[in-house]
């Protein structure tokens, strides 16, 4: 068998065009990271076993800053809104605050978790009669309608 450069050269071609495009080391783009850009929500059980209330977040992301609204039921129930404060998401970590106000007293709840996918999970903290308390979240996202 004679083989010839002219007649190996497309045969070596092919060959480093296959390896460069099936290789883990190939410089191809990076896995599409997460958005937690979207609307999210998720439950927690009503007080003195009432029904569950539904908890709704808009979020938008720019770079590491996070911005956005929750929505939640009041006691009344009436939809009661607030700003979120300090957002930001660094890699799949997820942080804000929630400040509102009841008869007067301010509450802060501050909000970790880690983005995955279409889910955040993570932990909600806040202060009652003094003492801190925390509670997991886990808010699923909303599929936008059009």
Known sequence: MNITLRSFLPIAAAAVALLATSAPWSARAEDPKPSATGTWSWTTPGRNGGAE???????????????GKISSPGREGQTMEAEISEGT??????????VREFN??????????????????GKMEFERQGEKQSRDWEAKREVEKK
Do not use: P, Q, W
Not at 53 to 67: C, I, M, P, V
Not at 89 to 98: L, N, R, S, T, Y
Not at 107 to 121: E, H, N, Q, S, W
């Open 89 to 98: 998401i660094k890699g799949d970590d997820v942080a804000f605050k929630v």
């Open 104 to 121: 007067g007293n301010k509450f802060v709840m501050d909000y970790k978790g880690k983005l995955a996918g279409d889910t955040i999970k």
């Open 53 to 67: 209330r539904k908890s709704t977040l808009k979020l938008k992301a720019e770079g590491e800053k996070l911005t």
